[in-house]
DNA sequence: GCAGTTAGTTTACATCATTCACCAATGTGA
DNA sequence: TCACATTGGTGAATGATGTAAACTAACTGC
């Protein structure tokens, strides 16, 4: 948030300009009335005027801060990203504490704090994973704040991986056994990390994303009501799937066992 | 498809009433209208008027048929479900032409046949499986023709998983090692569907869903751009590790290994 | 032929995003 | 200090939306 806020401010010592004083405090409230709205009741009333009548003012005022809509959203949803990151990565900093930087309890805490944020954010889920809207892929066309928040959300995840990775190494999948176009695609995505690790480690890691996206969005979506009332076990599957995968123990909970 | 749009007609020799000739084959035309804005133009556009605009009506006479624009589209996305169901179920029935009923060669059918689909079908899969929408909840709150159609669609892959199941039996995880909410839950859905075969078993079906979903879901809402291009290696990997988990041989096809 | 139903229409209202013209304060340079 | 530009708004207008109500033309069965 506040990296946000403050990015258009100078030096410390400089006395702020109007722009800064006014213009950049607002732009923040408006994305947390914004917000607010979405989560008291859901995307659809996600409107400018509702927007601008909670904050007293009215709607066309808002265009002076953003290019439309649709661009109000994706600064929203850039927002949220950072806020998830921020989120997971105070849960894995928690993990380390507790248990002196076990790298179970750190992956572990930080999946758990996906699936709990995301519990506990349906309507945000929903904008950042959810059906992408083709309305705003064409708003965000150039400037795409965006992109750059998700890789921020990414790289918790990625960074924790790495320090897995390079601790406590786990047998991959040797390269020869890759899929060659696969193989050139691990190969980019790896170098526009910048981070040195074979290409089976990347390819483990975008498989537990994939599972973990599937099980955490399938329980979100409500998309597994159809037979389950409570996912939490299936995810503690998951997890302890997951976890040997990467060459680490993890038992789930077991309460009626 | 007609199942729906004659469902009001009597016996066939009876001499259709005014309501079957005219509003019967209406309402479809309307969905189909729907169906090809929505293809057309995005989810956005779907619009009442839009539709009426396009049939050469006006808005209002679209209440004769259905309560609410989002009744309209849960009826639309009922019709998506039974047909995805129907396309699954139809390359099942090619894959046991071609392969003399292999059971592999059904299922593996059945999952390129679900990712096909939804790679060319992306608005259509957001409707369906994608972040549900509200409002959508609310208006189907009673009748639920949704759900049902879910059913159908659902029923397509378990049936040929109980299918596998009585035939080639595979290990599965037994009651006792599984958590004990689960194993009432998954009993409960079981019961439900009036099937005989081990929990353990369900929850291996479950599982797949979970995996198969993630994997398609990924793909078609590009939310994989980050890292890949192209996921068809990915799934292709995803479907032999769950040929694998129900004891069945499938090596994904190794274009360049 | 008449009453009732069906499938539409027109009209109306509230809400939406967006654009434009305008205005009041504020800050700035001379 | 005065003139002027910029900033952050307002209000009205446009054209789109979902939906409700009243109305109408055609068709049906008796």
Redesign the interface.
Known sequence: MAQLASGHAGQPGEAPSRRDRVRAATTDEIKLTARRILVAD???ALSLRAIAREMGMTAPALYRYFGSREDLIGHVIADIFTEIAGDIQAAIGRAAATSGGDMTHKLVAACHEFRRWSLDHRPE???L???????LEAALDGDDVI?AC??KF?STFFTLFLDLWQHHPFPVRPD???????RD??AR?RDSLGAELPLGAVFTF??CW??L???V??EV????H?????A???F???LSELAAMVGLPYL?P????
Chains 1, 2 share one sequence.
């Open positions: 859901g995307p659809d889920f929903g904008l994973f959810g059906s992408p809207l083709p309305d992109a998700a890789m990414a020869s056994e890759i899929d060659q176009g696969l695609q691990l995505y975008l498989w994939v599972r996206y599937g099980m969005s399938l979506f409500g998309h597994l159809f037979a389950l009332d409570d939490a076990p299936m503690e599957y998951t789930p077991a309460p009626g066992a």
